[in-house]
């Protein structure tokens, strides 16, 4: 009896975390996205092109890592809409948006083998 208790309980404390659901992001991330909504904020308040880019850029890094993101958040497209108007006039500036804008589109691996046989990719 001792011994199937045992097991019980160690089953119970093995299978308890694998069984918890994720609750979403990190800490970390949770701040990460914080931050990103801040600097589009106060990018489109100041009308500054490179503080709406800054958060994108922030946020665009963050990846799979973000879960699902609240409604009250701004959406990509919604940053880079007043990214857009903030630059109006700049074409050097409106060149960087699209060039942000297109940037997940264009990444591609960059692989190389040594001479083992290894494959290194980045």
């Known amino acids: 009896m001792k011994s199937f208790l045992l097991t019980a309980a160690l089953i119970t404390a093995i299978a308890a975390p694998a069984l918890a659901q994720d609750t979403g ?71 960087m948006i699209d060039d942000v804008e297109a940037e997940g589109s264009r990444r591609m691996p960059i692989c190389s083998t040594n001479t083992y046989g290894s494959n290194y990719c980045y």
């Not at 970390?28 to 800054?54: F, H, M, P, Y």
């Open 25 to 95: 992001p990190s800490a970390a991330v949770l701040d990460q996205i914080v931050i990103s909504e801040k600097l589009i904020a106060a990018g489109t308040a100041r009308n500054d092109a490179v503080l709406i880019l800054a958060g994108i850029k922030l946020r665009s890094g963050l990846g799979d890592d973000m879960g699902t993101l609240p409604a009250e958040t701004i959406s990509k497209e919604a940053a880079f809409a007043a990214a857009r108007t903030a630059a109006t006039g700049d074409d050097a500036m409106l060149g």
